[in-house]
T-cell receptor, first 115, second 113 residues
Framework: KAGVTQTPRYLIKTRGQQVTLSCSPI?????VSWYQQTPGQGLQFLFE???????NKGNFPGRFSGRQFSNSRSEMNVSTLELGDSALYLC??????????????FGPGTRLTVT | DQQVKQNSPSLSVQEGRISILNCDYT??????FLWYKKYPAEGPTFLIS?????DKNEDGRFTVFLNKSAKHLSLHIVPSQPGDSAVYFC????????????FGTGTRLTVIP
C-alpha cells in the first residue's frame, strides 16, 4: 500500500507570496491533518479535514487555509508569506475507526523556505 | 502553551542497554497517548500507543508506561540498537473524535555501538 505523499518536497518562496502544498493520503484514509514543524516548537497542529469538511483547526492565523477533495486528497495554502512561515509542513492521514483513528501516518513533508 | 512536554532534548545510551524517554502532559482531558519516531528527511513514524484506561502497553522491544496521577508517560526501549537512533516525539489526543495530536518537542536518542 502506498504511503502518504506530499508535493513538492522543497519550496523556496519570497515574503508576501502565497504557496499551495499538496497531500495524497493512504488509500482508504478519509482523515487528513496538517502540522507545522519548526525547531524548538515541535509539531503544531494546523487543521484536519474529514470527508471534505474541516473538522478541527489549530491556533494559526487565517493566512493558513486548506481544503479536501472528494478523493481525500488535501491541499493547504499559505497567503502573504512571512519569514516565520519557514518550516517543515507535514501531512498525516488516518483510517476510520475509534481504536486507530488517533494513529496518524505521516508523509515526508514539504520543506518551505521563505526569503 | 505547550501541553505536552519532553524536557530532555537529547539522550545517549550504549547499545544493548535500556533507553528511557520521558514525557509530561498538563491536560487531564487527554485520553490517548502515542510515540512517534522520526528520522531526518522523513515524516514521523507511529511506534506505539496507550489508552488512558491502561497503564502499560508492550510491543516487542518497546514498552510505554502511563502514570495518570502524575500526568507522565515514558517509553522504554530494551535492548537499544543503533538503528533506534532518531528523534522521538510524544503525542496526546483528546476524546473529541477529531484528529489533532498535541506533540512534545522531541528527544533525540543516540544509541552508541
Amino acid at each position: 500500500k502506498a504511503g502518504v505523499t506530499q508535493t513538492p518536497r522543497y519550496l523556496i518562496k519570497t515574503r508576501g507570496q502565497q504557496v499551495t502544498l499538496s497531500c495524497s493520503p493512504i488509500s482508504g484514509h478519509r482523515s487528513v491533518s496538517w502540522y507545522q514543524q519548526t525547531p524548538g516548537q515541535g509539531l503544531q497542529f494546523l487543521f484536519e479535514y474529514f470527508s471534505e469538511t474541516q473538522r478541527n483547526k489549530g491556533n494559526f492565523p487565517g493566512r493558513f487555509s486548506g481544503r479536501q477533495f472528494s478523493n481525500s486528497r488535501s491541499e493547504m495554502n499559505v497567503s502573504t508569506l512571512e519569514l516565520g512561515d519557514s518550516a517543515l509542513y507535514l501531512c498525516a492521514s488516518s483510517p476510520l475507526g475509534r481504536a486507530s483513528e488517533h494513529e496518524q501516518y505521516f508523509g515526508p513533508g514539504t520543506r518551505l523556505t521563505v526569503t | 502553551d505547550q501541553q505536552v512536554k519532553q524536557n530532555s532534548p537529547s539522550l545517549s545510551v550504549q547499545e544493548g542497554r535500556i533507553s528511557i524517554l520521558n514525557c509530561d502532559y498538563t491536560n487531564s482531558m487527554f485520553d490517548y497517548f502515542l510515540w512517534y519516531k522520526k528520522y531526518p528527511a522523513e515524516g514521523p513514524t507511529f511506534l506505539i500507543s496507550i489508552s488512558s484506561i491502561k497503564d502499560k502497553n508492550e510491543d516487542g522491544r518497546f514498552t510505554v508506561f502511563l502514570n495518570k496521577s502524575a500526568k507522565h508517560l515514558s517509553l522504554h526501549i530494551v535492548p537499544s540498537q543503533p538503528g533506534d537512533s532518531a528523534v522521538y516525539f510524544c503525542a496526546a489526543s483528546k476524546q473529541t473524535g477529531a484528529n489533532n495530536l498535541f506533540f512534545g518537542t522531541g528527544t533525540r536518542l543516540t544509541v552508541i555501538p
